[in-house]
């Protein structure tokens, strides 16, 4: 079974971005263009991991990473958050939240992926990571 990517974020082109790369490593993706839409798609779906962008309008996503980890259903769902926001407070906060890890935009995808594959391989083993090198 191929791991299951949630992607928020509401820049369209940063979502198409980040699938794109996904998609074509063998990842299957699920986009939210909001926090609120992440939190019903990380309960239906049960991703593998959530790539967060903290700032958006409404429910940010620091409130989303922290929501996910106190829901029974999510909490275990690893979160790697990316933020225009730069500075050791952003990834403060962001790992205070619960992220796993913290990338500031602009990223290379290249950079994104490899961090997915290590978050996926800490939780779930090697075996996880050889299903998207096929």
């Known amino acids: ?24 490593r063998g990842y299957e993706t699920v986009t939210a263009s909001n926090g609120l839409e992440a939190l019903i798609k990380a309960r239906r779906f049960q991703p593998d991991l959530v790539v967060l962008d903290v700032m958006m309008d409404g429910l940010d996503g620091l409130s989303v990473c922290e929501i996910l980890h106190t829901q029974p259903a999510t909490k275990s769902i690893p979160v790697i ?9 952003a990834r403060l906060n962001s790992l205070a939240a619960g992220a796993v890890d ?4 602009p990223f290379s995808p290249q950079e994104l992926v490899r961090r997915i594959g290590t978050a996926l391989e800490k939780i779930h083993g090697p075996a996880q990571i050889k299903a998207h090198e096929a």
């Open 102 to 105: 913290f990338l500031t935009k």
């Open 1 to 24: 079974m191929r791991p299951k990517i949630l992607v928020v974020d509401d820049e369209p082109d940063v979502v198409e971005l980040i699938t794109f790369n996904l998609r074509t």
């Open 81 to 89: 958050m990316v933020t225009a926001a730069a500075g050791e407070i």
